[in-house]
């Protein structure tokens, strides 16, 4: 019905940059916020961005603030994740997400009435 697919995970050192992309396909809502989550080693899936179908709002977990930027096209089944000065701890598996807003312009800050998920791209930063 509706598929997300991830690319543009991989390995990069400490201090390096990575962009992380996620297209979605099929019969979505007219209007849909985007977003991504991420599942550290040993840790709970965490909320870590998430963008509105306009991209005129956006919300940011603390730990990621400053350093990563999320942002949507004119196409707007395409999010961007621009993840830089990358540390360690930033090793996870990344999860697109999307969650029907229809006429709201609104975005989403966990996973509860996340309608869709990706199937998860690695992030690795070496120390």
């Known amino acids: 019905q509706v598929q997300l697919v991830e690319s543009g995970g991989g390995l990069v050192q400490a201090g390096g940059s990575l962009r992380l992309s996620c297209a979605a396909s099929g019969r979505t809502s007219s209007r849909y916020a985007m977003g991504w989550f991420r599942q550290a080693p040993e840790k709970e899936r965490e909320f870590v961005a998430a963008i509105s179908w306009s991209g005129g709002s956006t919300y940011y977990v603390d730990s990621v603030k400053g350093r990563f930027t999320i942002s949507r096209p004119n196409i707007k089944n395409t999010v961007y994740l621009q993840m830089n000065s990358l540390k360690p701890e930033d090793t996870a598996v990344y999860y697109c997400?999307?969650?029907?807003?229809?006429?709201?312009?609104?975005?989403?800050?966990?996973?509860?009435?996340?309608?869709?998920w990706g199937k998860g791209i690695l992030v690795t930063v070496s120390s």
């Open positions: 997400a999307v969650r029907n807003t229809y006429y709201r312009d609104s975005t989403f800050t966990s996973e509860s009435g996340i309608n869709y």
